[in-house]
C-alpha cells in the first residue's frame, strides 16, 4: 500500500498516517524537516516523538528518496512540507535557495520529486508519506509563501501519482480521494 496522507496544518494528518502503519512490525520513520533551534519547533518534534512507538527506526534525513529505498520494512515519511521547506533552506549560504529563480527552483526539485517517487513506486512494504495542503487559501503576499505553496503542489502532484490511494484529512475526518 503506497498512500500520501494530505490535510491543513494540525488536520490529525500525522496520527491518521501512523495509525495506517498499527499492524506492521518494522517500520522506518523518515523525518526530512529541518532542525529549527527554537522552543516551539523543539516541543512540536517532541509531541512526534512520544506518540511514535518505540520499535520503529527514526530517520532524520534531507535524503528521503535514499532512505525510503533503504527501509527495511514499512515507511512513514512526516513531512514533505519540512522536507521542502529543507531543500530550500539549504540551497545555498542562508537559505538562498528562497530567492531563486523559477527555474532554478525547478532544477533543485524536481529531480528529487522524481527520485522520490520512484522509490516509492519501487516499494514492496508499505508506504505513507504525510504532506501539507497549502493551495487551498489566499494567494500568499510575500514571495516566499507563493514560492513554497507552488512548490509543494508540485511536490504533492509527483508523490500522488506513485501513490495507490490519497487520503485528505479535515479536523480529523478522513477522506480517501
Known amino acids: 500500500m503506497l498512500v500520501l496522507v494530505t490535510g491543513g496544518v494540525r488536520s490529525g494528518k500525522s496520527t491518521h498516517a501512523e495509525s495506517l502503519l ?3 512490525t518494522q517500520v522506518t520513520y523518515v523525518a526530512p524537516g529541518p532542525a529549527y533551534d527554537d522552543a516551539d519547533w523543539q516541543e512540536r518534534l517532541a509531541r512526534h516523538r512520544q506518540r511514535r512507538p518505540a520499535t520503529w527506526l527514526t530517520v532524520e534525513t534531507g535524503d528521503v528518496a535514499a532512505a525510503v529505498a533503504a527501509a527495511p520494512g514499512a515507511v512513514i515519511v ?3 512540507g519540512t522536507w521542502l521547506t529543507r531543500l530550500l533552506d539549504d540551497a545555498g549560504p542562508q537559505g538562498a535557495g528562497w530567492d531563486l529563480s523559477a527555474e532554478a527552483l525547478a532544477g533543485l526539485v524536481r529531480p528529487r520529486v522524481d527520485a522520490l517517487a520512484a522509490a516509492v513506486a519501487r516499494a514492496s512494504a508499505t508506504v505513507v508519506l504525510v504532506t ?3 493551495g487551498l487559501g489566499v494567494v500568499p ?3 516566499s509563501g507563493r514560492v ?3 512548490l509543494l503542489g508540485e511536490v504533492n502532484q509527483g508523490v500522488a501519482r506513485a501513490c495507490d490511494e490519497v487520503h485528505l484529512v479535515i479536523s480529523g475526518r478522513v477522506l480517501r480521494l
Open 78 to 80: 512526516d513531512c514533505l
Open 132 to 134: 501539507n495542503e497549502v
Open 148 to 150: 513554497f505553496r507552488d
Open 141 to 143: 503576499e510575500h514571495r
Open 22 to 24: 498499527a499492524a506492521e
